[in-house]
């Protein structure tokens, strides 16, 4: 079979003379090119290759490539019977896509890594190289031109968008302004905004170094997922059905402070009826005194309750201002450190920590089992529980 690629004869033109002869058996006698960045093509050429991809055929396996002496599971894209070259590309699959790990490891810091090329049977393992033949090639793990930057340039913007917006605007609050207050920064919406952009940034990243479109692991939608819900129910769960809940209850206890009071009022009343009935008729009035006294006693302890009501009732408002965006995440809307929401931010920085490492050094979004997302279920579950209004 004959490369349809005019890239392939350009190579064999500009190839250089073999170095050493070949022997009796199928060798690998040299590799081209020596700088390679993953996606690239690579050409390595064989000793008796005609004999060795008979022999392959005959025992119904593939010639594969093989990077480090371990298989990588991908076949020639092109062969040149003539020359004894084949072509593959370096492609990063899910079948390799750990042997590429190692080999991409910490892009950022070791830009480069030097890696042995060969071929081999599927499965088996390498063919030996002739003598004096160099098969290492170095591997530049980033890829670097204009549309790199673009793209860098694009996150960098984006990420200071929300930044800035977060801080000058209302995007990450529970609501506007009110009389002329911001109000406080939303748990949930700040960490949706959170794994936002670091799952973007991370995709984009991902994207440009190893040219991989489907790195966004399912347990990253369940996490998504999580915090989407969580910011829902926190806005149905508004801290205004709180306040509104709350003021209702008042407005009952000072109603019914108001009917025990009229009570009194017409026992006070018939008290004093019977005690003038009782002195005009020469009947002693101490006891008749005694109940007029205890009844007084109530009503006082009645009004000074109602007072406490009214009050305390006064001083219920529909939000807290915010106090800076930590005491907001962590404070409840009493202003009392919350353990709920301590909770959330804790894990949620320290997944984020895990997340941006593995992205960094092992160039994948790292996979959360359902342990981990159990328990960042159950953190949301707990922090809108105690969202829910109730009777105080």
Not at 34 to 61: I, K
Not at 175 to 194: D, H, N
Not at 294 to 311: D, G, I
Not at 357 to 376: G, H, R, S
Request: net charge negative.
């Amino acid at each position: 079979m004959k490369f349809a690629a005019l890239a392939l004869g350009a190579f064999l033109v500009a190839a250089p003379a073999f170095a050493s002869p070949c022997g009796s058996e199928p060798a690998v006698i040299s590799v081209q090119p020596r700088l390679v960045h993953l996606g690239d093509y690579v050409y390595v050429s064989v000793c008796h290759l005609q004999g060795f991809l008979a022999d392959a055929e005959t025992h119904q396996q593939k010639v594969t490539l093989y990077i480090n002496g371990i298989d990588a599971q991908v076949t020639a894209t092109g062969i040149d019977d003539d020359s004894g070259t084949l072509q593959f590309v370096l492609d990063r699959t899910d079948k390799n896509k750990e042997l590429w790990r190692l080999q991409l490891y910490n892009p950022l810091f070791v830009p480069t890594e030097p890696i042995s090329i060969g071929v081999g049977k599927g499965g088996d393992r390498p063919l030996p190289r002739v003598k004096g033949a160099n098969v290492q090639v170095t591997l530049d793990k980033l890829y670097i031109d204009w549309s790199t930057w673009l793209w860098l340039a694009l996150l960098l913007a984006l990420v200071v968008a929300v930044i800035l917006y977060a801080r000058n605007s209302d995007l990450l609050r529970d609501g506007p302004k009110l009389g002329g207050r911001r109000q406080p920064f939303s748990l949930a919406r700040t960490q949706m905004a959170w794994w936002f952009v670091l799952i973007v940034t991370a995709y984009v990243y991902l994207w440009l170094v190893t040219g991989d479109r489907d790195s966004i692991a399912p347990s990253l939608l369940a996490l998504l997922g999580i915090s989407a819900a969580t910011a829902l129910a926190a806005v149905a769960i508004s801290t205004g059905d709180r306040a509104g809940a709350f003021r209702k209850t008042i407005d009952e206890e000072i109603v019914a402070t108001d009917q025990s009071i009229v009570r009194i009022d017409a026992e006070l009343q018939a008290g004093a009826q019977r005690i003038a009935e009782a002195k005009a008729a020469g009947r002693p009035t101490a006891s008749l005194e005694a109940l007029q006294a205890s009844l007084q006693q109530k009503r006082m302890a009645l009004e000074e309750f109602r007072m406490k009501l009214v009050e305390q009732m006064s001083g219920i408002t529909t939000f807290v201002p915010s106090e800076g965006i930590w005491n907001d995440l962590v404070t409840d809307d009493k202003g009392a450190i919350a353990l709920d929401r301590l909770q959330i931010v804790v894990w949620t920085i320290v997944l984020g920590g895990v997340f941006i490492a593995t992205v960094v050094w092992d160039l994948t979004m790292p996979e959360f089992n359902a342990t981990l997302l159990a328990l960042m279920g159950i953190s949301s579950g707990t922090y809108l529980g105690f969202k829910l209004p109730g009777r105080t």
